[in-house]
């Protein structure tokens, strides 16, 4: 007491702060990098459609992009599955377009990044973690991944909103 004390604070040097739009699937809540969002839309009834054996696909202006159902691209069994009910993230990645369909846009939040660590560094579609404003987790995603995987297809022609 009356002496002082010092005090050391390592910060690891992976530290990086994002700009992400939250979101909501199920009960979970992502995080997608807001420099690969390019829109946010509610589907209308026409807009969507499935090709038989390549998937469901949506109608952006005058596009036509692939709609990846994040409860299928994450395994979420809570999450909504009509798409008119839901809101879409039309999101790029080295020049490929795709709408990810999620149930709620919660708003755009600046996030610390943090890595998930050595046993879940294979966690498909999932690039790290950060720490919300009410003290939960959110999950941020890799885009490219989930674009990239089979589980994001749809194929078989089907309409699970119907």
């Excluded at 420099?35 to 026409?46: C, D, K, Q």
């Excluded at 610390?112 to 003290?135: C, M, P, Q, T, Y």
């Amino acid at each position: 007491k009356g002496r002082g004390a010092s005090f050391t604070i390592k910060l690891p040097l992976t530290t990086a702060i994002i700009d992400g739009m939250l979101l909501q699937a199920g009960h979970e809540r992502y995080i997608i990098p807001t420099l690969m969002v390019r829109r946010i839309i509610r589907p209308e009834p026409g807009d969507v459609s499935t090709l038989a054996g390549k998937g469901e696909i949506v109608r952006v202006k005058d596009k036509l992009l692939p709609l990846i159902r994040l409860e299928r691209a994450l395994d979420i069994e809570d999450a909504l599955t009509d798409p008119f009910r839901s809101v879409l993230i039309i999101v790029e990645d080295g020049g490929r377009e795709a709408a990810l369909r999620a149930d709620a846009l919660l708003g755009k939040q600046e996030v610390v990044i943090k890595n998930l660590g050595e046993k879940f560094k294979d966690l498909r579609g999932v690039a790290g973690g950060a720490i919300l404003g009410d003290g939960k987790i959110g999950l941020i995603l890799d885009v490219r991944a989930i674009m990239d995987s089979k589980e994001a297809a749809q194929g078989k022609g089907e309409k699970p909103w119907e």
